[in-house]
């Protein structure tokens, strides 16, 4: 069975996401301490996870095609981010059912996880208007790729930072000794986290299909109508399109 | 931190999980949109072709015309470097450049 393949990876997805999202609401027991509202976690949790790996894998991406400068790694670096984002966003909603029902405030400005975090998802929100500020192609994906290279080091940086902070209000689940996870949570987790996981690289792949379809079209479109022309008697595209190459 | 009660607790994780699949629902309703876009246009293409072809039967001369089509051809080699996503990218703004 090959799991690369765009019919199976989006029904692994749904299978492993049902699976996990089962395993919340019939096997995972009751935290003690927060009781049912702890559910959100199984949610929140991975979703983060994606997000910031997403983030991170686009630097990766960024950084080949700035070696390469192959086109082809700035598109996909774009759609990490733009994916990682989509992302971004339930996780701050999530993330402030889950603050309004333990804490009774939606968003907590002292506390370090979710400042530092909506810090990392504003700034690669800043990524779009940088993108399409810059006319010329070749520099706005070179650009690009600075940009994603240059952010995805605030990434860890955001771990750390959470990790030497003070005040923990936000629980820290896989850091502490005394209060890890038993072994249903765990197993519950790690389901969750592999279902988004999917989602995330199904999304992208998606996202890319659409993109290369478009541009297939464009292409398709460019020729059929520059060979329109060229029956009528004028230039035929392609070398309209070398004049203005060269020109 | 105290436990909430099920009947409050339950309102905020149906939230959250409910929050998540209309995100997801809008994110596959624009790809549906997009879809759709490219259906038409794929549509339009395919009529801009059959009626080339219509001309080009009509007009066996100006088919010749179109003996310099080979370079308009998608299978040139030339052209095969931009069969990747973003392809086309690099082909605008090299038009853009000049």
Known sequence: MNFRSPRILPWLTVVTLTAGFALVFFFAPNDADQGFIQKIFYLHVPLAICALVGFMVAAVQAIIHLRGGDSKWDVRSYVSIHISIILGVAVLITGAIWARASWGKWFVWDEPTLVSFLIVFLLYCTYYPLRYAIEDRERQARYASVFAVTAGAFVPLNFIAVRLAETLVHPRVFATSDSGLPPKMWITFLVCLAGMGLLWETLVRFELAAKSSRARLGRLRRALEGDDVGVAGSRIAPLAHGATETS | ?98
């Open chain 2, 1 to 98: 931190m105290p436990a909430l009660p099920l009947d409050e607790a339950g309102k905020y994780v149906a939230g959250a999980y409910v929050v998540f699949l209309a995100l997801l629902l809008i994110y596959v309703a624009i790809m549906a949109t997009r879809l759709q876009r490219i259906d038409r246009e794929l549509a339009e293409l395919a009529e801009l072709a059959e009626r080339r072809d219509d001309r080009s039967v009509r007009d066996p001369d100006g088919a010749d015309a179109g003996g310099e089509r080979p370079a308009n051809d998608p299978g040139t080699p030339g052209r095969e470097a931009e069969d990747v996503p973003g392809g086309d990218l690099r082909r605008s703004s090299r038009q853009e450049v000049s």
